[in-house]
């Protein structure tokens, strides 16, 4: 039985490193702003580290800073540990819960166990990823990312600080004391392989809340590609220009966006604009000769992702010559996440976990509408995730929060299901 | 007859005070950028003080820098000078005419009439109207607008740079020299009131060259009203948050565009967005919470403006209760030019030189599309416009074009308007 209330003060008590954007009187109503690698990530980290080595973990930080902390099991290690993982960095208007609630839960986990003297079979774990939001260093699941061979290290290391390009990730480890000496694979020979990955994290979303359910049973990740829209026209005044004879882009991004959003809801799919663009000398009366704008696609099938993009160019391609003259546009992938399905296994444990806390009726099985660290690790070791509700579905927010009784819930529902996979 | 190679001459040797944005090999292919009261509005300032001068006429300046070249005509004084004005001043990436030609032909009259020894029987004379452009101090047409009693004089002079909030209009009026004593109004006792006013002006649209047609008779400008509309929604995930739970302010806009522009289209009126914007912390997986953009309804008739406007605020009602649970705007009117009918007896004059100079069917009876400087002396003296095409009706652009023959066919047209004026 996790202990709710040491979890509860020992999350909170670590996110006076970073805390920010004050909301409400209650101390613990705050923000977070605890930038990859910044000096309150530090000083996370190293508490982190100090933790861990009470529990008598073993810690091995990796070359993208990642922090690996194994208790020994029964039967010495003949397999990799069983890691429980998410992160400790944070958006820069980011809430309390968001990554930080799965490495509090992990580490009560193996609290827990320590204090009843409960050892599994195989070693278990818990995993920090470095910069899974992507928000000071600009790639998101950066470092899992690394560990899965799906980004090349250097290419991480070379990510610089939006708002000042002196910095690198690289030279951040390096400042920090966290560019460790193994190779940030799951290669045994030389990086550090994990024999399972569990994740608790809250669901960012309004699912679990809006069905009255307490725990997520996610059995694996939607697809999704993100594509940057740019739409050429001809710059025009808008008092002497009749509608005949102007190509104007921001008219037809408009129509494009509506028009992606009813093809998406047609598919049951996702579509979503969140930055549109005109230039920076844009007037009330000019009639601007380019825009741009992101397209966001997800859905649980690739191949609905596909067939959602496919339908928006087409529908594209008829707006650009609607409205005088025609407009063109050209476009970019910008990020290209196929859908995930999680071990079946591992759905299984997280499944039997709820099941004996709260039954079939309370809970749900999903699919992760976002990306988490769960999504690459999957792909080289049986990976499941874990979700408990957030309050309206908010999160990358300073309101964002999730009750003692869901944390709580949630970090049993871990320990149950790593210790089912472990005997299993 | 107006010399048309002194014309072309004179107005590009006075560009080469604020000319860049080169685009052609041509010593004359370059836009300009001659802010109001910057270093090279002053230098042209200068210049046409002296010209003026050597033509013998009187010059006043008024508290807005307004500049009026007076020539004395035949009878005295009996009246105040029948003008023929426009401005300097360009945009940062404007052209060499806009405006430009307006003066330099008012000028070039004078001077034809001098070396002609002809005289008016009223004065006559030129004016340049100070900061018409708004484009470095907010206020388009300002010192017309404050001559006619509709803008206050202390708020155009508190307008501020809007690169450099440290310098005000007034500051700069003052730097120069240009704050003269006469008041800025058409007062006949403490101001400058004016007869008449003529301005010649490129048309700015492709009307004139798509019809075949060298002159516009413009016999008034349209209304128009400029909005800022502000969509309120909710932060969510792109990826986490159904269609179902999103209030999505930039999809409810681009409804709210496409819906601006097809409410226009029905009533032969025009609505544009030049301006759409989100706010700097946007990305491309988070519904953003709020959304601006402008929208600039015109039309020859105020009361369809009212009309577009009317129905464009319940089509964006209906848009915003749309789409999951329903987003929320408010707007704020930035400005309000209601529609201008000019002097009957100038359009006539007008009418008269076009008739004598290229005939009814090469010549056009039209609206102005755009504001001037003109619409604003219409409301205190008789006053009207004559249109010459530029190139594709490309203006506030570096690659804005007026070809030699039609800068001395308008400049011929204001000439015969004048003296047709002046002597009926
Ligand atoms: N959890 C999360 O926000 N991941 C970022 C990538 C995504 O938008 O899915
Ligand atoms: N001529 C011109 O561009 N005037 C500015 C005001 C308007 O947009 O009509």
Redesign the interface.
């Known amino acids: 039985q996790i202990n709710s209330e040491r979890l509860w003060n020992t999350l909170h008590q670590t996110c006076e490193w970073g805390a920010t954007h004050r909301y409400g009187e209650n101390p613990t109503e705050t923000g977070m702003a605890r930038l990859t690698l910044n000096d309150d990530d530090a000083r996370v980290r190293q508490w982190f580290a100090g933790e861990v080595q009470k529990l008598g973990c073993s810690l091995s930080i990796d070359q993208m800073g990642n922090m690996f902390a194994k208790q020994a099991g029964r039967l010495g290690s003949p397999a990799p540990m069983i890691a429980m993982g998410s992160h400790l960095d944070t958006q ?2 980011g809430g309390r819960y968001d990554g930080i609630l799965g490495v509090m839960a992990a580490l009560e986990v193996l609290r827990t166990m320590k204090e009843n003297g409960f050892q599994t079979n195989f070693d278990v774990g818990v995993v920090n990823w470095t910069n899974e939001e992507g928000a000071r260093f600009p790639k998101s699941m950066c470092s899992s990312g690394v560990w899965a061979g799906a980004i090349p290290i250097q290419k991480a290391w070379d990510l610089r600080d939006i708002h000042d390009s002196s910095v690198t990730l690289r030279s951040e480890l390096e400042r920090h004391g966290y560019l460790g000496d193994i190779a940030c694979s799951s290669d045994p020979a030389t990086g550090y392989p994990l024999g399972a990955h569990f994740e608790l994290h809250i ?5 679990l809340p ?1 069905n009255n359910r307490s725990i997520g049973v996610v059995r694996g990740a ?1 697809g ?1 590609r ?1 594509l940057t829209m740019t739409v050429h026209g001809k ?9 005949s ?1 102007r190509q ?1 882009p ?2 037809a ?3 494009m ?2 028009a992606s ?1 009813d093809i ?2 047609k598919h049951d799919a ?1 579509a ?5 663009k ?1 230039p920076s ?8 000769s380019q825009v741009t704008f ?1 397209l ?1 696609i ?1 859905h649980p099938q690739d191949s609905v992702v596909y067939a959602v993009q496919d339908e928006c160019l087409k529908a594209f391609e008829a707006i650009a010559s609607q ?1 005088g003259k025609g407009v063109s546009f050209d476009w970019t992938l ?2 290209d996440s196929p859908a995930v399905k999680f071990d079946d296994d591992c759905v299984a444990s997280i499944q039997a976990a709820a099941d004996k806390l709260v039954g079939r009726e309370q809970s749900m099985l999903m699919t ?4 988490h660290d769960t999504v690459y690790t999957s792909q080289h070791c049986p990976s499941a995730m874990i979700f408990v509700p957030c309050r309206d ?5 300073p309101t964002e929060y999730c009750s003692p009784q869901d944390c709580a819930l949630g970090t049993q529902a871990l320990l149950e299901a790593v210790v089912h996979y472990d005997q299993s």
């Open positions: 820069p208007r669901e960012q979303g309004p699912i809006e939607q999704y993100w710059d025009a005044h808008t008092g002497t220009t009749p509608f004879a104007d921001l008219l991004s408009s129509r966006i509506a959003h998406a809801k996702l979503s604009t969140g930055i549109i005109v000398n844009a007037s009330t009366n000019t009639v601007s992101t966001d997800r409205d910008d990020t992760s509408g976002a990306g579905g908010v999160s990358h927010h």
